[in-house]
C-alpha cells in the first residue's frame, strides 16, 4: 500500500514537471514569435517606394539576414538607397548604388516600377530602433528621405567622383 502511494506522489511530481516545462517552451515560443514579428516591421521613409516583403534567410545561422523586397513606384530611375536600423544618434545600415568610378554617369539600380532585394545582417539591426527605408538618390540627382541618409549617399557619390579623379 506505501508503495502505491510513493508511485502515485512521484508520477504526480513528474505530471506537474511536465506540464510546467510545456507551458514554459509555449510562452518562449510566443516571445520568439513576437520578437520576430517586430524585427520584421519595416518602414518606408520615402513617398514612392514601399516595402513589399520582409524576411528572415538563414535564420539560425551567423551569417542570418533580414530580406527587405522594395518596389520603386515612381516613374523615376534609382542610383542609391539606403536601409537604416536605428535614429539620429545610433545606427545601423546597408546601402546599395550604381555610382561607378571618375565622371561615369550612375547605373540605375532599381528601374521605374521594378523591385530590389536588399539584405541586412540580423546581427546589424539595432533592438528597439526602427527599421526604415532611409534614403533614396534618383537618376537625376534628386534626394529623398532623413537628412541624414541623404547626405551619406551624396557623400558615396563624391568619393566614387573622386576615387576616378585620383586615377586620372
Known amino acids: 500500500m506505501r508503495t502505491h502511494l510513493s508511485k502515485t506522489k512521484t508520477l504526480f511530481a513528474l505530471g506537474t514537471i511536465c ?3 510545456v507551458c514554459a517552451i509555449g510562452v518562449a515560443a510566443i516571445k520568439r514569435q513576437h520578437d520576430s514579428a517586430r524585427i520584421h516591421t519595416v518602414v518606408s521613409k520615402i513617398k514612392n517606394l514601399e516595402v513589399v516583403g520582409v524576411t528572415v534567410e538563414r535564420e539560425g545561422e551567423p551569417d542570418a539576414t533580414l530580406a ?3 518596389r520603386n513606384n515612381s516613374a523615376r530611375g534609382i542610383v542609391a538607397l539606403s536601409v537604416e536600423s536605428g535614429d539620429g544618434k545610433d545606427f545601423s545600415g546597408i546601402s546599395t548604388t550604381g555610382f561607378g ?3 561615369v554617369t550612375p547605373s540605375i539600380i532599381l528601374e521605374p ?3 530590389i532585394k536588399m539584405e ?3 546581427g546589424n539591426l539595432l533592438p528597439g530602433k526602427p527599421l526604415k527605408v532611409s534614403g533614396v ?6 534626394t529623398e ?3 541624414i541618409a541623404k547626405e551619406r549617399l ?3 557619390k563624391e568619393r566614387a567622383k573622386a576615387r576616378g579623379t585620383a586615377r586620372s
Do not use: P, W
Open 19 to 21: 506540464a510546467v516545462a
Open 68 to 70: 527587405i523586397i522594395i
Open 101 to 103: 568610378d571618375g565622371d
Open 113 to 115: 516600377y521594378g523591385t
Open 120 to 122: 541586412m545582417l540580423l
Open 137 to 142: 538618390m534618383y537618376a537625376d540627382a534628386a
Open 145 to 147: 528621405g532623413e537628412d
Open 154 to 156: 551624396r557623400s558615396y
